[in-house]
């Protein structure tokens, strides 16, 4: 009976340490929300604004992707945006062992999408997310970037 | 016999309860510490981006997130020329801004850096920007690359 009151008291204060240790657990991960929101927002932000090569901003050529996809001469807008974009944000984020996703569409129809390969971004990690809203023959085109908290 | 053994569970839960709040006091200790690093690491953040030397304006406007390549290029001389002053504003960190080129790809340069030698804690943090060329009104990719060291 002795034995009983004694296991009784161990489950008490095993349950009351563990309520402990979750409630210890959220603050920290609210930070590192904050700061990679900042940093999926002005990433976007930034990569969309940039001159390319071909003579254009990147934000016309995904304007032309939903369009006549020509704007580069011979190369197909999408998959210049596609290319380009892996190619910065492997440079960036993948290197800094962020896991990322990057979509544009327009009305659900997404005609870029990427992400950071064997880095995956898994549906059950938590996302901070930067987007840019381009406003294109009353209908708005999208661009979303995703970072995901390992 | 039972005296002994009930005093001798009742110990063991003690101790166990002991050992968990100082590590529960320890990662609290931490939590403070990387929430005063990640405090330094906003303002030097702020900081940098806003150095008159680099910032870009348009029309007399200062554009956030927007560096002047000229200015820029002549920084680096600016820093060597006044390392006292430097020193003291920026502290104990290593700057590096990474630019994206459409053909070449990424590239990197380092601007300053005052690395400490033993340091126990090291941060880093990026904020993207976007590098105007003045006399082309150009705009590439650019990341300034920070490491903070305490």
């Known amino acids: 009976m002795d034995i009983l009151g004694l296991v ?14 979750i409630a210890s657990r959220t603050t920290n991960e609210t930070k590192v929300d904050l700061l990679d929101s900042q940093l999926s927002q002005s990433l976007v932000n930034v990569m969309l604004q940039a001159t390319t090569d071909c003579g ?25 945006i596609s290319t380009k974009s892996k190619e910065i944000l492997d440079g960036t984020l993948k290197k800094w062992k962020k896991p990322y996703r ?3 569409s327009k009305n659900n129809v997404k005609k870029v999408d990427i992400d950071s390969d064997e880095l995956e971004c898994t549906n059950l990690m938590k996302r901070s997310t930067g987007l840019l809203l381009i406003p294109d023959k009353e209908k708005v085109i999208i661009a979303t970037l995703e970072i995901c908290k390992i | 016999m039972q005296t002994i053994f009930v005093l001798f569970i009742v110990f063991f839960i003690l101790s166990i309860v002991g050992i968990f709040l100082f590590a529960q006091q320890k ?3 931490n939590i403070k510490v990387d929430e005063h690093l990640t405090l330094a690491q906003i303002k030097k953040s702020k ?8 910032q870009y304006s348009s029309n007399n406007v200062v554009l956030d997130d927007h560096y002047d390549k ?11 020329e006044n390392p006292q002053y430097y020193k003291s ?13 459409f053909q070449s790809g990424w590239s990197e340069e380092v601007y300053y850096n005052n690395e400490l030698l033993n340091y126990s804690n090291k941060k880093n943090f990026q904020v993207p920007i976007v590098l105007t060329n003045p006399e082309n009104y150009e705009k590439k990719i650019g990341v300034i690359y920070v490491e903070i060291y305490s």
């Open chain 2, 89 to 101: 504003i920026l502290g104990s960190i290593k700057l590096t801004i990474l630019e994206y080129d």
């Open chain 2, 70 to 80: 000229l200015a820029l290029a002549s920084f680096k001389n600016i820093i060597q």
């Open chain 2, 47 to 54: 900081m940098i981006a806003l150095l008159p030397e680099v």
């Open chain 1, 8 to 21: 009784l008291i161990v489950i008490i204060v095993v349950m009351g340490l563990f309520f402990l240790m």
């Open chain 2, 27 to 29: 990662a609290a200790n």
């Open chain 1, 102 to 104: 990057f979509y544009i």
């Open chain 1, 56 to 80: 254009q901003s990147f934000i016309k050529i995904v304007e032309d992707c939903y369009g006549r996809n020509n704007i580069c001469g011979s190369v197909n807008s999408c998959d210049y």
